[in-house]
């Protein structure tokens, strides 16, 4: 149980391109999930809480305008980055947290490799 | 000085040794600590998950929380070359909260 799946696993665009990733909880609802950013041989950055039916909540220093987060459902949130530069190139990774039971760890998708050309 | 600390390796044992990874934390209101272990080139994958202090077991993993000395260990016996993988502790000061995660050590295990 408490599978997330993260799609699409790679991208490769040109620069200016605007690039959607979506996360999913399969067999688990999330009215919370997370969004990161992993550099090589780093941990992981959190960069914003996406909560189902209100606005996420940004990290400070992460541009809203520019890492857009929709989570329209309790099983969907989707990151997209908008005209995407080089800087941007990452590896993101979602997470949710399952609704009930309380005390829920999170569970991680495999992760979006982004690279911006 | 980071609110978790862990050392970053690399860590390399021989296949069937016992595997102890570490972190520091200085946060006291953290009451939920996670071991998490990342293969190359994909997400964390949960391991371990304990609120408050003691031992945890689950197969080969066992989870430690001191949290008067705010100290959490992973172990694992039996290493497997599979094992070989950067494993991540993450805590929060609720369960509903934010993750902060140590940087990661990186264990190879040897055929």
């Known amino acids: 149980g408490a599978v997330v799946s993260q799609h699409p696993s790679r991208v490769i665009c040109k620069s200016g391109t605007s690039v959607k990733i979506e996360c999913r909880s399969l067999?688990?609802?999330?009215?919370?999930m997370f969004w990161y950013r992993q550099f090589p041989k780093q941990s992981l950055m959190l960069m914003a809480t996406?909560?189902?039916?209100?606005?996420?909540?940004?990290e400070q220093g992460v541009e809203k305008d520019k890492f857009l987060i929709n989570h329209a459902s309790l099983t969907l949130s989707t990151l997209t980055v908008t005209s995407a530069h080089p800087e941007d190139s990452s590896f993101y990774i979602c997470?949710?947290?399952?609704?009930?039971?309380?005390?829920?760890?999170?569970?991680f998708g495999d992760g979006t490799r982004l690279s911006i050309l | 000085q980071k609110e978790v600390e862990q050392d970053p390796g690399p860590l390399s044992v021989p296949e069937g040794a016992i595997v102890s990874l570490n972190c520091t934390y200085s946060?006291?209101?953290?009451?939920?600590f996670m071991w998490y272990r990342q293969y190359s080139r994909k997400g964390p994958e949960l391991l371990m998950y304990t609120y408050s202090s003691g031992n945890k077991e689950d197969g080969r993993f066992t989870a430690q929380v001191d949290k008067s000395s705010k100290y959490i260990s992973l172990f694992i016996r039996d290493s497997q070359p599979s094992d070989s993988a950067t494993y991540l502790c993450a805590m929060s000061a609720g369960s509903a909260r934010q993750l902060t995660f140590g940087s990661g050590t990186q264990l190879t295990v040897l055929p």
């Open positions: 946060n006291s209101a953290f009451q939920y």
């Open positions: 067999d688990f609802q999330a009215t919370t």
């Open positions: 996406s909560n189902e039916g209100s606005k996420a909540t940004y």
């Open positions: 997470s949710a947290r399952q609704t009930v039971g309380g005390n829920q760890p999170q569970h």
